[in-house]
């Protein structure tokens, strides 16, 4: 794992149907991100927040859908931006910004992994797959679709941006998932998505699922991304999140995922999404958010105690 991180904030909220996400970023700075980031003895690097893309164009699309041009102009901006990112040989760790924020690093990242020779994988912690296509969208909330484009699925084209390097889905592994439209079973049957709804964790736990997806990972030499959207977790532990539901991951679960992830040494980029302070309850869901990422990233057990993780 490079010990260069690079931060950069995507107040991205046009994709979610409320507002709040938009301070998501700032909101995990305050609760101290950099300073366990700058802990581990790496180089920090934090690029502060991206501007809203000044130039948006009509897009002509599905009527239903909500924001559009907004969300297809943030693509474009922040998918040449992890491009970039994943090009350098640093650490990139994108704050969102509700989930839609995805469709422009998962492409960036995976157009930056194809240029290098690897594979891209992605471990997707959600409870939704964010498998929605334009079409198949029943809220009309862009959020739900960074998936589908990611992966080249159908209706994307010519609204937006070119996919240059469309993820494998046999390169996805899907985890804590418990809100699943019909039309996104369907992609996750006929694409055969490895897939780990809250049923299965609960019936199997986290390590094994962790362990052999981290295996396939270092098979293939590949670069894996994770991608933590809030509502992965429990609301009785993160609550800041605008489509919380029931039955999701504990503290426990979700920081064994992360250590096991760090002593793989495998992460090579993250992303924290969907993060609404303005839904928070003493801030404990970016408190939450900030001791995951430093697990990740090679906190120790003992030391995150101290900060009450
Ligand atoms: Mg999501
Ligand atoms: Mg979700």
């Given at each position: ?35 366990v ?13 991206i ?32 491009f ?37 994988f ?90 052999g ?49 760090c ?47």
């Amino acid at each position: 794992m490079s010990k260069h991180f690079t931060i950069l904030g995507l107040p991205v909220e046009a994709g979610c149907g409320r507002s709040g996400c938009l301070m998501g970023p700032d909101s995990l700075r305050s609760a101290g991100l950099c300073e366990v980031i700058s802990d581990l003895g790496g180089a920090l690097n934090d690029l502060g927040n991206i501007v809203q893309p000044s130039s948006i164009v009509p897009t002509a699309g599905p009527a239903h859908l909500k924001k559009l041009p907004e969300i297809v102009a943030w693509t474009q901006h922040i998918q040449a931006l992890a491009f970039d990112f994943a090009s350098q040989d640093s650490f990139p760790i994108f704050l969102g910004g509700d989930h839609s924020m995805a469709a422009g690093t998962l492409s960036g990242i995976a157009q930056a992994a194809a240029q290098s020779g690897q594979s891209q994988f992605v471990l997707w912690l959600d409870a939704h797959p964010d498998l929605n296509t334009l079409s198949s969208s029943l809220s009309g909330n862009l959020h739900g679709t960074p998936m589908a484009y990611a992966l080249g699925l159908h209706g994307f084209a010519d609204i937006f941006p070119p996919l240059m390097a469309p993820i494998d889905p046999a390169n996805i592994c899907m985890m804590g998932l418990r809100s699943v439209d019909d039309a996104e079973h369907n992609v996750i049957n006929e694409l055969g998505l490895e897939v780990y709804d809250m049923q299965r964790l609960n019936a199997l736990g986290v390590v094994k699922p962790i362990a052999g997806f981290l295996d396939r990972v270092a098979a293939a030499k590949g670069r894996l991304h994770i991608s933590l959207d809030v509502d992965f977790l429990d609301p009785e532990i993160a609550p800041a999140v605008g489509t919380a539901v029931p039955g999701g991951a504990s503290r426990r679960e979700a920081h064994l995922i992360m250590d096991m992830i760090c002593e793989s040494g495998l992460a090579t980029s993250l992303e924290l999404s969907e993060l609404n302070p303005y839904l928070d309850v003493k801030d404990k869901t970016a408190a939450l958010l900030c001791d995951l990422a430093g697990s990740l990233l090679g906190q120790k057990s003992i030391k995150r105690g101290k900060k009450g993780g």
